[in-house]
């Protein structure tokens, strides 16, 4: 569908704080940059972190995407412990053509939960890069599988043109999000940007961002299903 403008006096809708996780190189910037600006960016430098907010339609309901792109090589582990705990919903993602980063899903997974205390949460993981066919070392059914043992969704995607599910992957998780019970709101204390800023300004503002009506209302929206 078309991008159209939201009536700045009718917004009333969530806002989904999402994180992308995984190791350095398997595809989390391709992935997001294809979600939120329709192309696929082949070079990327993986010690960078980015953010990224839009307005999204899913399911004929208005929302705003604010998604943490994370480079997968933080240097403070207090640092991710921050944004885990700030991330309403997680996409871990391992490359099919990475064994080590397959291996490395666990560790996020097991991370997320200790942060969030929860014993389960909304988290999809991901295979990413299944256009490279020949290259490819783990299987579809070696995702599934893990995915099974963790009790989380399992999502084949490419970012490369014609990208393979990277809305699905994005919309799929908000579902998730959802569907869940409301939480009470978090009780530890507001981060220090400037204890983060020496890793990037980016997940720092992330941390710290918070909407007002007005801001929201100012985001170009996209109308997407």
């Not at 009718?10 to 350095?24: A, K, L, Q």
């Not at 991330?87 to 099919?96: H, P, R």
Request: aromatic share 8%; net charge neutral; with cysteine.
């Amino acid at each position: 569908m078309a991008s159209k403008r939201l009536p700045a006096d009718t917004w009333n809708g969530p806002r989904y704080r999402i994180v992308v996780v995984g190791d350095g190189g398997v595809g989390k910037s391709a992935l997001t940059i294809q979600y939120f600006q329709r192309m696929f960016q082949e070079d990327h430098d993986p010690t960078i972190e980015d953010s990224y907010i839009q307005n999204k339609q899913i399911d004929n309901e208005w929302c705003v995407m604010d998604v943490l792109d994370t480079a997968g090589q933080e240097e403070f582990s207090a640092m991710r412990e921050h944004y885990m705990r700030k991330g309403q919903g997680f996409i871990i993602v391992f490359s099919v053509t990475d064994p080590h980063s397959f291996a490395q899903v666990e560790r996020f997974h097991t991370q997320i939960l200790r942060v969030k205390d929860r014993d389960t949460f909304p988290m999809i993981l991901a295979a990413n890069k299944i256009d490279l066919v020949q290259q490819r070392k783990i299987t579809e059914e070696e995702g599934r599988q893990l995915a099974t043992k963790l009790k989380i969704q399992y999502m084949e995607t490419s970012a490369k043109d014609p990208p393979v599910n990277v809305d699905n992957l994005f919309h799929d998780l908000v579902r998730i999000i959802r569907r869940q019970p409301v939480q009470p709101p978090p009780t530890y204390s507001r981060p220090d940007q400037k204890k983060f800023i020496k890793s990037g300004s980016e997940m720092a503002q992330w941390l710290a961002r918070d909407f007002t009506d007005r801001e929201v209302r100012g985001l170009n929206p996209t109308s997407t299903s």
